[in-house]
């Protein structure tokens, strides 16, 4: 459902339902994914992991692997260059450590890369991973965050060519202490106190598509990598650093991606596939089992969130502070920038003069964490959610006019933003739009009707209730994100529109295409979009903090812009008028005796008019902004008394996302995370053995939900006309993975007066609450 503005009728094809550019293709099966332009005969590299969370590696014995009819190449720490890089695919310099090592003489969780094989296939490298000897030192190990920090405890990233580690010593990874005011006056000040500690687990993305990888050397002895990534750019940087050669000798080709939600925004595979084609001269892939993409891939940042906040009686918030510890894994890949974003994303949205954010961010011997859709802000939100409504109760105040009060408006000054950007310092931020109260009015219509309710059956109690929570997120990284886009004439009329813009599966080729469309005045399907290729497209970041239509899409915009007004130029010669005589409307070029030449028209006589000329036009556009989108998530849940079973019922999410270029790909991203997030919250939990190895790396074993485990999820789209986006937009990609955990906290508690603070919410852990409640 859409909340439509007054402007919006004048559009034709911006904000509009059309169709998916590539939807035909997708669901003939037409499209290439990265297996399906592997040539025969590629040779296959398989990766023998460590069995041990912490050891040295003292030798390794190939020879029999070698022996194995097939097998060409077996590789060790001792074959590769030992070049420290991130895995983290972010801005150059990236705030993440240089940790990590193509491969290394220590192994820190159980998965880590020992060594490589490649061979004739798959089948022939994993037997000769299986007789690879290897001799470790077993170390001593530590898997919980709170004690990784304490003195005494192992040390995981001990090699001296390590770098921007905060403090190695100490297995702290980045550290964050960030103050606005005084927030100890301010908690002196306040009538109450509260203070709380919630917890957030280790969960996967499951992508449908597992991380994968082909490298081949094309005919002038470049190595071209065709890879499921999120940020073709900067996997073209890092690998050309790691392996020592120029950046002008690497490739990156995006081709259709099953999946990321932050998981493929990161060099996972490509560093060694590309090595391996580089050395051998022969096409390579690499393709990761679901169980390895289980273990070895990113996992969202395990987080302890210590949220404590000043009120007074009349529910005013005069102080707020938050302290986290994070696990960030075996390496510490957005370590910073997630944790930054904790505090970013969720502290504005409810004004307090005194504000404080500390985090610390762990090394343990466990999977590494890294970038998951949300970007550390589930973790904060599922705290501040939580603890707004228990003040709420304590107060004897009604949550939503708690939330009222405090909350953010247009015109106020965000009061961290200056001070805890991407992991340095901001940029200055003032909320310009702002549709929280429409958020709450269209997803809370229905729901704050309703009322507790017990189902009473035979052998069978249940109760149902609704809860809420709001959100605020961030759209692209101010002074970080950038993107190019590039538009070519056709003498039909027709446009290539050329991006380095990332579409995930999410639609960003067909809304880029419908804002060029708007601009030049034609159908989407003459725009023939082609994008995520280093060689061909402009520079971008890549698909990551809700940037793409924001950024990418004024880029787009712009370089229309540019392709629109040198069209117009010829169709003034066409017409014997100055150009600044000439309107342009529906795709006509008009002028003040209102003869017209249609925008296909021009195109053709740029070509074979007296003016012949090839029209390009490029354009780039870096944010210095970040407008947040806004959003309301409703639901109801029913709780079963007697064995714990939690799920939810009903739920509808609002968000203000300035304007929706496509409506349809909008509802989807909204259902879409909601969805994710009531898996989160409900069902998915990654488990570890007492010795690290984790113990559910199946879809049998770790739970994802079902059709069957969904409720009807209702989306509505609040639109507010950001003046600082292209069209008005903002994001909606990420931020209705915030307040779904939350909602569901909060319904819980309102059905039974048991507040739940660890996530997720199994039925074993809602049955141990309930009885240790008197149930």
């Known amino acids: 459902m859409e909340v439509k503005t007054e402007k919006r009728s004048a559009l034709r094809v911006v904000s509009r339902r059309v169709r998916k550019v590539d939807g035909q293709a997708i669901v003939s099966g037409a499209p290439h994914y990265t297996m399906d332009m592997v040539p025969p005969g590629a040779l ?186 999120q940020v073709p750019f900067h996997v073209r940087r890092i690998v050309a650093r790691v392996n020592q050669v120029p950046i002008a000798r690497v490739r990156v080709i995006k081709p259709r991606i099953g999946g990321g939600f932050g998981g493929k925004q990161e060099i996972v595979l490509e560093d060694l596939c590309a090595h391996i084609a580089l050395r051998t001269g022969r096409p390579v892939v690499m393709e990761l089992t679901r169980q390895e993409e289980f273990f070895s891939t990113r996992t969202r940042h395990p987080q302890f969130v210590t949220m404590k906040t000043g009120v007074m009686r009349d529910g005013t918030i005069v102080a707020n502070q938050m302290k986290v510890v994070a696990n960030t894994g075996a390496y510490g890949a957005h370590a910073l920038t997630v944790q930054s974003n904790t505090g970013s994303k969720t502290l504005p949205l409810y004004r307090s003069p005194n504000i404080r954010y500390i985090a610390d961010v762990a090394y343990t011997n466990l999977p590494i964490a890294g970038a998951f859709r949300g970007y550390g802000a589930p973790q904060g939100y599922f705290a501040l959610g939580s603890l707004m409504d228990e003040i709420a109760h304590e107060l004897g105040m009604d949550p939503l006019e708690l939330r009222r009060k405090n909350l953010v408006r247009p015109g106020d000054e965000d009061p961290i933003a200056t001070k805890l950007g991407e992991g340095k310092e901001g940029f200055k931020r003032v909320i310009r739009t702002c549709g929280i109260e429409q958020c709450i009015e269209v997803a809370g219509k229905e729901f704050l009707k309703r009322k507790v309710k017990s189902i009473e059956r035979p052998f069978e109690r249940k109760r149902r209730a609704v809860g809420f929570a709001l959100a605020m997120h961030g759209t692209g990284i101010a002074g970080d994100d950038m993107g190019g886009a590039t538009i070519k004439v056709n003498d039909d009329g027709s446009f290539n529109l050329l991006v380095g813009a990332t579409d995930l599966g999410t639609g960003s080729d067909t809304i880029l295409a419908q804002m060029a469309a708007e601009v030049l005045g034609v159908d989407v399907a003459d725009i023939l979009v082609y994008s995520s290729d280093t060689d061909y497209t402009p520079f971008d970041v890549g698909a990551y903090a809700s940037s793409t239509t924001y950024v990418s899409g004024t880029a787009v915009v712009r370089a229309a812009e540019k392709v629109r007004e040198r069209l117009r130029d010829v169709a003034a010669h066409l017409l014997s008028e100055e150009p600044e005589n000439i309107e342009f409307r529906d795709g006509f070029f008009i002028g003040p005796d209102d003869r017209r030449i249609h925008v296909k028209q021009a195109a053709l006589k740029s070509f074979y008019g007296e003016q012949k000329q090839q029209i390009v036009e490029s354009a780039s556009f870096i944010t210095f902004e970040c407008p947040p989108p806004f959003s309301a998530t409703f639901v109801e849940v029913e709780i079963d008394m007697d064995t714990g079973a939690l799920r939810v019922i009903d739920a509808a999410s609002a968000v203000d996302l300035g304007r929706a270029i496509n409506p349809t790909l909008a509802e989807g991203q909204i259902i879409g995370s909601v969805a994710m997030a009531i898996g989160y919250a409900l069902y998915e939990e990654m488990k570890f053995s007492p010795g690290g190895r984790m113990l559910n790396a199946s879809l049998m074993d770790y739970k994802i939900p079902m059709a069957a485990d969904l409720p009807d999820i209702k989306a509505y789209l609040v639109e507010t006309d950001e003046p600082t986006g292209p069209f008005g937009v903002k994001s909606v990609g990420e931020i209705c993975m915030d307040n779904v955990a939350p909602a569901i906290a909060n319904a819980v508690f309102n059905a039974t007066g048991v507040r739940l603070r660890e996530l997720p919410f199994t039925p074993e852990k809602v049955l141990k609450a309930l009885k240790e409640a008197g149930y």
């Open 44 to 229: 296959y590299a398989k990766i023998l992991r460590s069995p041990h969370a912490h050891a040295r590696i003292k030798r390794i014995d190939k020879r029999e692997a070698l022996k194995i009819p097939g097998v060409h190449l077996v590789l060790t720490h001792e074959d590769v260059p030992r070049i420290p890089f991130t895995t983290a695919g972010q801005n150059f310099p990236e705030p993440s450590p240089y940790d990590t090592f193509m491969l290394d003489s220590k192994v820190r969780f159980v998965g880590d890369r020992v060594a490589v094989v490649v061979a004739r296939d798959e089948a022939t490298a994993s037997r000769a991973c299986e007789v690879i000897k290897v001799d470790y030192e077993i170390l001593p190990a530590v898997f919980d965050p709170h004690e990784a920090l304490q003195p005494g405890s192992p040390i995981l990233h001990d090699e001296p060519d390590a770098s921007g580690i905060f403090d190695a010593t100490k297995n702290l990874a980045a550290h964050i202490h960030v103050e606005v005011g005084n927030v100890e006056e301010g908690f002196a000040k306040a009538d109450l106190v509260f203070e709380r500690t919630y917890s957030v687990h280790y969960v996967q993305h499951v992508s449908m598509e597992p991380h994968v990888c082909f490298a081949h050397l094309d005919e002038n002895s470049r190595v071209v990598i065709v890879t499921a990534t």
